[in-house]
């Protein structure tokens, strides 16, 4: 059974950065493609960066295209989130989520493994 923790959430001031982690139990990460979703209240589960455990490149949501960055470090078995030049709208609760396809996806319903989630503020 794959488990996915998340941590590295936080406060930070607009303009700053943070770097999430997903860290993979009972597989190795090279086998899953990992993906970060974001939900605030009241608003549906959003897409933010995919991982894919196939040879295809990380694909990323337009609003954090060139400020995000999906990298993952196979010694560790985690993948990363890392977040530049924050914004007061990307204050979620981001979740890693799991699966064994190919190619990551941005549908929410093709991942069966998900982490407990960290709470990212921005502060404007």
């Known amino acids: 059974q794959v488990q996915l923790v998340e941590s590295g959430g936080g406060l930070v001031q607009a303009g700053g950065s943070l770097r999430l982690s997903c860290a993979a139990s009972g597989s190795s990460i090279r086998d899953l493609s990992v993906t970060w979703f974001r939900q605030t209240p009241g608003k549906a589960r959003e897409f933010v960066a995919t991982?894919?455990?196939?040879?295809?490149?990380?694909d990323y949501a337009d609003s954090v295209q060139g400020r995000f960055a999906i990298p993952r470090d196979t010694a560790k078995n985690t993948v990363y989130l890392q977040m530049n030049n924050l914004k007061p709208e990307d204050t979620a609760v981001y979740y890693c989520a799991a699966s064994t396809l190919l190619a990551g996806t941005r549908r929410g319903d093709d991942y069966a493994y998900w982490g407990q989630g960290t709470q990212v503020t921005v502060s404007s």
């Open positions: 991982n894919s455990r196939g040879l295809i490149s990380p």
